[in-house]
């Protein structure tokens, strides 16, 4: 199973990037798919997650209403399209899959290999 994230870049507080995460080796339609992020000397924070079907999403509290998560099952592709961007966002983000709906790391089996998102104030 291999997750690839991309996307990520250097951005100015207010601008905007698009994550995506590309699966292979598992039946992605089956699995609920998050993006969890990890800022410098910070443990793992939950972002966003999809349920399988892609009729449901939760985010975190600090990225609702500027944060959306989206999924592509023709593309086995898991998007998070960051809008508003603040000096705070600045992390590695990571991509997981899970076959339960949750916010709890620990329950996802699979993860990217991260992509940094910079915000500069």
């Known amino acids: 199973v291999q997750l690839q994230a991309s996307g990520g870049g250097l951005v100015q507080a207010g601008g905007f990037l698009r994550l995506s995460c590309a699966a292979s080796?598992?039946?992605?339609?089956?699995?609920?798919m998050g993006w969890f992020r990890q800022a410098p000397g910070k443990e793992r924070e939950f972002v966003a997650v999809?349920?399988?079907?892609?009729?449901?999403?939760y985010l975190a509290d600090s990225v609702k209403g500027r944060f959306t998560i989206s999924r592509d099952d023709a593309k086995n592709t898991v998007y998070l399209q960051m809008n508003s961007l603040k000096p705070e966002d600045t992390a590695v983000y990571y991509c997981?899959?899970?076959?339960?709906?949750?916010?709890?790391?620990?329950?996802?089996?699979?993860w990217g290999q991260g992509t940094q998102v910079t915000v500069s104030s």
């Open positions: 997981a899959a899970s076959t339960d709906y949750t916010l709890h790391a620990y329950l996802y089996k699979y």
């Open positions: 080796g598992l039946t992605f339609s089956r699995y609920n």
């Open positions: 999809v349920r399988w079907s892609g009729d449901t999403t």
